[in-house]
């Protein structure tokens, strides 16, 4: 059983469009991240949340909206995609919000905005 | 604010070789350390971390790091690579003490491409 995953693996979209991923974890876990991972392989966090309270919240467009109907699953909303919004998307999970806690990746959305 | 460096972009060694990627990090505050690896066009997996106690760490697969708070570092080796490491590697901290209700933020370097030959 995946433990995390995300739908879809690939999107290829035309500018100005929006679109959604989603994310699904079945470990149980109260907190939920969303990743980006730039073509240079640079990840860095997004957004963070707590028993579908948002904790984290980085400097990301408001273009970027993520909601989380429940504990297991967070799904990222991208309004008016831009050519720079291209790159790989994942999704984690954590047992709690501990700075110990290991996170658990999901596989990645490839994004490409052409 | 916390940083990782990862001086090392690309590591090629070959199979049976020793192996070592170097992870200096920088922070005003105690830290959490961790080694990911992230397969090709899979997501990141967790292969190490160091919370507290022994500053040596081992993973299940022959990888170890070493926390070394003097000079910031937590390299990671390897006695003897397999073709099956090949992989991105990426090094990263967490504030052990955040403000309350700060969450797990983890800061990445910008990752090792570790080629193993035959």
């Known amino acids: 059983d995946t433990a995390v995953s995300q739908t879809p693996k690939y999107l290829v979209t035309q500018m100005g469009n929006d679109k959604s991923i989603k994310c699904e974890q079945n470990?149980?876990?109260?907190?939920m991240y969303w990743y980006k991972q730039d073509s240079k392989k640079f990840l860095k966090i997004m957004f963070s949340y707590n028993n579908k309270e948002l904790i984290i919240n980085e400097t990301v467009p408001n273009r970027f909206s993520p909601k989380s109907p429940d504990k297991a699953h967070l799904n990222l909303h991208i309004n008016s995609l831009e050519l720079g919004d291209s790159a790989v998307y994942f999704c984690a999970s954590s047992q709690s919000r501990g700075p110990g806690d290991t996170q658990y990746f999901g596989p990645g959305t490839r994004l490409t905005v052409l | 604010a916390q940083s990782v460096t990862q001086l090392d972009s690309q590591v090629p060694v070959f199979e049976e070789a020793p192996v070592e990627l170097r992870c200096n990090y920088s922070?005003?505050?105690?830290?959490?350390l961790f080694w990911y690896v992230q397969y090709p066009n899979q997501g990141l997996q967790l292969l190490l971390k160091y919370l507290s106690g022994s500053t040596l760490v081992e993973s299940i697969n022959g990888f170890e790091a070493e926390f070394n708070k003097s000079q910031t570092s937590f390299h990671l080796r390897k006695p003897s690579v397999h073709i099956s490491d090949t992989a991105e590697y990426f090094c990263a901290v967490s504030v052990r003490f955040g403000r309350a209700g700060g969450g797990n933020k983890l800061t990445f370097g910008t990752g090792t491409q570790l080629k193993v030959e035959l």
């Open positions: 470990l149980g876990h109260d907190t």
């Open positions: 922070s005003s505050v105690s830290v959490y």
